[in-house]
């Protein structure tokens, strides 16, 4: 099986999309522990960012869940693992996520993502330099991410809830992935990949633990058949609820490393 896996993908290199050739993904796992000096909080988050091919552009999404106190604000900071840096780009969140793009990077923040300086940083009242944060890291190879939201589910749902996750292969063939949620509108009952195209409701493909709000970055053994559907946009990643069986937020796995 690996064997052709590795041959499709090799041969999807030449099928890069125009829109994602050259693009880099970077992830970053968000907790305590990775503050300076790490605080007692069990909050966690998520995020990811994705640097145009011609890198002056970063995309983003991070979403955090279970803050101790209430949430202040959050920021891109530069310093290495283990180090306080000073802010370079506030965050605007709506509930508990910020997506957006910060356009026209400084040469300087360039420089520091690249050598993995760059980290997202949430604070809160009790916590006003930080209490959560996570260092972004380059991914190589096919990275995907995942923007979770209500309107995504077939039909919509209207509750607000939001997620961020992401997904990459890597070189055991295993896919490891990573989702936060928030704001869902009743008790979590059950998570899944799934196959179909955006709009569409598919099956099943494969369970999810959450623990509290955020599946914590797990390995998975994923059919080969199920490998391609990735790469071609056709798997879904959906967080079901007590009020929503169906579905209550649902993102669809995006390429974003330049495999199409």
């Known amino acids: 099986m690996k064997g052709f896996l590795w041959f499709v993908l090799a041969i999807a290199v030449f099928l890069i999309s125009p829109a ?5 993904l970077f992830v970053a796992a968000m907790d305590s522990a990775e ?28 979403t955090y869940a279970h803050l101790d106190t209430t949430f202040s604000a959050g920021h891109f900071h530069v310093g290495s693992a283990g180090v306080a840096g000073p802010v370079v780009f506030p965050l605007t969140f709506s509930g508990n996520t910020a997506r957006g793009t910060w356009s026209s990077i400084p040469d300087s923040i360039l420089r520091a993502l690249l050598q993995g300086r760059l980290y997202v940083n949430v ?10 944060r996570g260092q ?17 589910e077939t039909p919509p749902t209207g509750t607000g809830a939001t997620g961020t996750g992401w997904a990459w292969l890597d070189t055991t063939g295993h896919i490891r992935y990573r989702v936060t949620i928030a704001g869902l509108s009743d008790t979590l009952s059950g998570a899944h990949f799934h196959t179909g195209a955006p709009g569409v409701a598919g099956p099943v493909v494969h369970p999810v633990t959450f623990s509290d709000s955020t599946s914590r970055d797990t390995a998975a053994v994923f059919a080969d ?36």
């Open 123 to 132: 604070h809160s009242k009790l916590h006003p330099a930080g209490e959560i």
């Open 35 to 62: 503050e300076t000096p790490p605080t007692v909080s069990r909050g966690q988050g998520t995020a990811w960012a994705v640097l145009s091919a011609d890198m002056s552009t970063l995309t983003y999404s991070v």
């Open 136 to 152: 972004f890291r380059k991914i190589s190879g096919a990275g995907f991410t995942i923007s979770l939201s209500d309107s995504q």
């Open 20 to 24: 994602t050739k050259g693009q880099v």
């Open 225 to 260: 058949t199920l490998l391609i559907k990735m790469l071609k946009g056709g798997v879904y990643f959906n967080v079901h609820s007590k009020a929503h069986p169906g579905g209550e937020i649902r993102g669809q796995l995006v390429e974003a490393t330049g495999l199409h």
